[in-house]
T-cell receptor, first 112, second 115 residues
Framework: AQRVTQPEKLLSVFKGAPVELKCNYS??????LFWYVQYSRQRLQLLLR??SRESIKGFTADLNKGETSFHLKKPFAQEEDSAMYYC??????????????FGTGTQLKVEL | DADVTQTPRNRITKTGKRIMLECSQT?????MYWYRQDPGLGLRLIYY???????NKGEISDGYSVSRQAQAKFSLSLESAIPNQTALYFC??????????????FGPGTRLTVL
């Protein structure tokens, strides 16, 4: 069965410090992973997806199949990055369609 | 703007009561999902529907039922609410035509408290 693990419930960093939010997965197929973010009083929204190899708001994430990881990184944290971050894995359903399995989330707090 | 809406936004009910949470969307998406969010447990999938005639159980469907009344509406029911169903409930949608990217669009959430 597919699984997504985010080992840190809370990560606190100072403004300007590097950020790394950890995500590990287990999946028997070819993994496709995402990071979703939930800012205070806002809806959960997609931050980035590994298939697009993009950098959004200074964040990047590289899929490492050898280590089964998809860690989210940013070189210099900003106060506005404070939010709850969820790693998610696609699971393809027999007969067509897919669904997401989410990790338990990491609350990032950027302190001044 | 196309949107995902949920009603009610907050609800307090008593053990044993039947309650329905509603989700509507104007995005024209065919896929809809119900999740619950609990501190320390993240989002867990309750039910999902790939089109009007398709209903599937998620990982925690016990104690819940759903109805897909139309492409735009997906309701979640608690037949007999219990306190451990106290949680934040989210509806989400996704577009079949963008399946590979599978971006899900979330509603604002319904905070349910069962006393």
């Amino acid at each position: 069965a597919q699984r997504v693990t985010q080992p840190e419930k809370l990560l606190s960093v100072f403004k300007g410090a590097p950020v790394e939010l950890k995500c590990n997965y287990s999946y028997s197929g070819s993994p496709e992973l995402f990071w979703y973010v939930q800012y205070s009083r806002q809806r959960l929204q997609l931050l980035l997806r590994h298939i697009s190899r993009e950098s959004i708001k200074g964040f990047t994430a590289d899929l490492n199949k050898g280590e089964t990881s998809f860690h989210l990184k940013k070189p210099f944290a900003q106060e506005e990055d404070s939010a709850m971050y969820y790693c998610a894995l696609i699971h393809w359903v027999t007969g067509g369609g897919n669904k997401l399995t989410f990790g338990t989330g990491t609350q990032l707090k950027v302190e001044l | 703007d196309a949107d995902v809406t949920q009603t009610p936004r907050n609800r307090i009910t008593k053990t044993g009561k039947r309650i329905m949470l509603e989700c509507s969307q104007t995005k024209g998406h065919d896929r809809m999902y119900w999740y619950r969010q609990d501190p320390g447990l993240g989002l867990r999938l309750i039910y999902y529907s790939f089109d009007v005639k398709d209903i599937n159980k998620g990982e925690i469907s016990d104690g819940y039922s759903v109805s897909r009344q139309a492409q735009a509406k997906f309701s979640l029911s608690l037949e007999s609410a219990i306190p451990n169903q106290t949680a934040l409930y989210f509806c989400a949608t996704s577009d079949k035509l963008a399946e590979l990217f599978n971006e899900q669009f979330f509603g604002p959430g319904t905070r349910l408290t069962v006393l």
